[in-house]
């Protein structure tokens, strides 16, 4: 079975573009959530999403959007660039709050 | 003050040594993870707990409620445990999210 995918694997931007980040859970999972890491530091929170819903949002600024989808799929979406958007993104979907994390997205502003 | 606190941050080891990992939290948590990430970003998840103490192969992980406080321990180290081990507070209500420490990056030399 497959685990949690993400796409693209990497991804190099300028200041000011805009950003789309996909993720597919495992199948049979319905939650999903979102987490950027910047080098060196812990991953932060950013949105938790459940049957659809937004369940939880992080301290990030109203550039950073998701949704998902009635296949439990996701996107995050990250507007207006900024050079400290540059991080590796994680997606994790969830079961009986155990995590599984995809393999992420790097993502360089330039 | 971090709600996630790891120590030591950085742990060279020999191979063949009991190594251990300690993780303070502020947090109210339904459950704490411990994470290892490897160069290039991939997370895996190593153990979900909420009491007691948990044991895979040669990683044991603890926790003690009453005093918000977990460790890892990997017995026998082997220069292929050299990664990033980081420790997540899980919890939050209606939603499930994690908050994460900084990481603490092990080095086991042969």
């Known amino acids: 079975d497959a685990g949690v995918t993400q796409s693209p694997t990497h991804l190099i931007k300028t200041r000011g573009q805009h950003v789309t980040l996909r993720c597919s859970p495992i199948?049979?999972?319905?939650?999903v959530s979102w987490y950027q890491q910047v080098l060196g530091q812990g991953p932060q929170f950013i949105f938790q999403?459940?049957?659809?819903?937004?369940?939880g949002r992080g301290n990030f600024p109203d550039r950073f959007s998701a949704r998902q989808f009635p296949n439990y799929s996701s996107e995050l979406n990250v507007n207006a660039l900024l050079l400290g958007d540059s991080a590796l993104y994680l997606c994790?979907?969830?079961?009986?709050?155990?995590?599984?994390f995809g393999p992420g997205t790097r993502l360089t502003v330039l | 003050k971090n709600e996630v606190e790891q120590s030591p941050q950085n742990l060279t080891a020999q191979e063949g040594e009991f190594i251990t990992i300690n993780c303070s939290y502020s947090?109210?948590?339904?459950?704490l993870h411990w994470l290892q990430q490897h160069p290039g970003g991939g997370i895996v998840s190593l153990f979900m707990?909420?009491?007691g103490k948990k044991k895979h192969g040669r990683l044991i992980a603890t926790i003690n409620i009453q005093e918000k406080h977990s460790s890892l321990h990997i017995t026998a180290s082997h220069p292929r445990d050299s990664a990033v081990y980081i420790c997540?507070?899980?919890?939050?209500?209606?939603?499930?999210?994690?908050?994460f420490g900084k990481g603490t990056l092990l080095t086991v030399n042969p």
């Open positions: 994790a979907s969830s079961w009986a709050n155990e995590q599984f």
């Open positions: 199948s049979g999972h319905k939650s």
């Open positions: 999403y459940y049957e659809k819903e937004e369940r």
């Open positions: 947090v109210g948590i339904s459950a």
């Open positions: 707990l909420s009491s």
């Open positions: 997540a507070a899980g919890g939050g209500g209606s939603n499930y999210k994690l908050t």
